[in-house]
DNA sequence: GATGAATGAGAATTCATTCAT
DNA sequence: CATGAATGAATTCTCATTCAT
């Protein structure tokens, strides 16, 4: 899964070499920026060497590859607890407000590791990986859509699938970054609900 | 216009220089990355030499936002256009498609500049600029709300012009930068609308 | 006389014009620094244009060399006026003082110019220039030494000359540039000619 | 001592690097000059890459100032030693004497580096550095005359500190750097204790 | 003569990566 | 394995000088 990893740490040192790695990665994304996180500032903060980077990470970008990998898994990991079988019998609104909750609890522990995600998404060379990424949501969002009992209003589901990620991600992101005054998270989300609801089923489902 | 010209080129050579490196900038932003844009690789596109740069340009930034200040006139220039007094009587749906129809043709001549633009949104340390256009920009999306005579389903305008800009920012560029088969731009153009239209006005109005 | 000179001003207006970029030149030596002193800087404050500074110099340094021209003509014409014959009945006490004060005079006019001067004097590669004008003050003072009737403690006059010299230059500059409080130039002078007089005279004839 | 170095050389090879671009400095500043003192020179006279200054130095004029250091500490070494307690019992022509013969060895060794050094005194933004170092040899040599037994003609004696100071160094470093022939060191030095215990004691005790 | 736009060599500094210890 | 010193290509920016208008 580690793709870019030079060697498997088996030995628990080493282990945590690298989760101290990822963490001291994740935390400078966070707190400062993209910029900011050179091989030297990583290993200070992780309280290794530089020459321990390249033990486990074969070039820099591959340690933020990994921070991705781990980030990717974790939201979709939320996603299809969400999607999952159990949630088929409620309704829609009700599981897209769980989802939109589980996104944002998972944005607000780490904004700057999802701005730099986001950030990613925007090179002309999207790297595979993020691509990847990309698809997996969206194939998660179309069969979430799919399995609606209730009566759809849209028609293309790829496309309005394409349309709710990028519309939520953004969203989120900027209300995470820029932390609007006067809207807090709950109501975000509940608006949020009202903006998939109405375009996906129309105002007369989404409001019984 | 030019707010960080070092020296207001007077002569048509000079202005010809100006043109040709702004012109540069835009092509490799366009074409290549944010990274990409060093002074060098500017001057050699642009066809002039770094000096160039540096006699009407304060340092490097300055040429990046002189492209985002026309880039921002042009903007507003289309919503301005759009909402202004001739579109009250019209349709909502119809302000909305016109809207966004201005958009997309704006964002189809140059999605590598508002490619930047939006990773910009994205830093850290968001410079005044970004800022100040983004509060614009959600001033006129909420002011085209307040005028809509046919009654709101939302209520705090604020959140939902904030939401709007953000989703339709996000979805057109993925679009243009992603382009994902199937979804041509009149199609985005009518999702959009119906999004937009069915959060804010309900389905009932939204489908008249 | 100005060695460097390109062309000869002989019109009134280039006379006017080479007048304009000593005087900026030297505006900027006295107020800022020798770093400061770019050809943009000088031909701004001078109020011509780039070109024309090479229209009368040849390169930049030729600009500070004439500079050092003037000033060093005023200087040893200052001396020469206080050496000379008139001044020979006095008591050597009132020459020194006199000439004391003519240099401190000189050098409160442009400290800052004086301070560059001197720097001159301190690189490796002197320039034949400063290095002639070091040699005809030195002539200067041994010629004074030499003519004074009272009896002389020192005998190798040229070392005399020398070191009064340069301690004269650097203790007057040193004191212009820091103003050391409670030291006014008067009583500088004072210190400064019983330094001397007593290293020459011995302090019996300078107590006279 | 090193004030400016960005990390602490710990191994000895760091040792020798750092070593290496200090003597190199040095060497430079004395054969060629201040303007000469490039990164990429100092690199290439050390053996070292430009990289390796950074390592060690946070910016090029840390090194500078590391060099002044030095030779600040050596040079109140030397006088401490001259004016400490063991010196309070001699007469003081040879106390100054001593002085003298200390500041000409030291001066001798890295006359370009004290060239330097007064450089830098002239500049119009003094570094707080050199001020100090000037304020702490004047502190010395005002003590040194505060405790001569014998009675002092001079009354103010911050100003002849300031005085001697100025004429010593100033006379010092030009007989250095210009090597008038016919004066060498030790008649240097005596003609200069002639021009201090003249002017401070008078002449009969300064010819006892 | 006068102008000032254009030039480009050269300066300081950063940072991913390597490799001897 | 771990370390961190060393590397040097690449970047931004400056400024004396030239030359077409």
């Known amino acids: 899964m580690v793709v870019h990893a030079r060697k498997q740490p088996r030995q628990p040192r ?3 070499t690298v989760r101290a790695i990822l963490e001291a990665t994740a935390q400078i994304l966070d707190r400062e920026s993209l910029d900011a996180a050179t091989t030297k500032r990583i290993a200070e903060v992780a309280g290794v060497s530089i ?3 390249y033990q486990y990470f074969s070039h820099r970008d591959a340690i ?9 898994e974790r939201t979709l990991a939320v996603m299809q607890a969400v999607f999952g079988d159990g949630h088929i019998d409620k309704a829609p609104i009700e599981t897209v407000t769980a989802a939109l909750r589980g996104l944002a609890q998972l944005y607000s522990q780490s904004p700057g590791l999802h701005r730099v995600l986001t950030i990613e998404g925007l090179r002309v060379a999207k790297s595979e990986h993020v691509h990847a990424f990309d698809r997996r949501v969206i194939d998660l969002v179309r ?6 009992r209730a009566p759809l209003r849209v028609t293309d589901l790829e496309a309005a699938a394409f ?3 990028q519309s939520v991600r953004a969203t989120m992101l900027a209300h ?3 932390r609007p005054h006067g809207l807090d998270v709950d109501r ?3 608006e949020l609900t009202q903006l998939i609801t109405s375009y996906v ?4 489902e989404s409001r019984g």
């Open 143 to 148: 069969h979430f859509l799919a399995t609606i």
């Open 163 to 165: 349309i709710i990620y």
């Open 51 to 53: 020459g321990s980077l």
């Open 14 to 16: 080493a282990k945590e």
């Open 188 to 190: 975000l989300i509940a």
């Open 201 to 204: 089923l129309g105002s007369a």
């Open 64 to 72: 933020l590859e990994a921070l991705q990998d781990r980030e990717f």
């Open 176 to 178: 995470l970054l820029e």
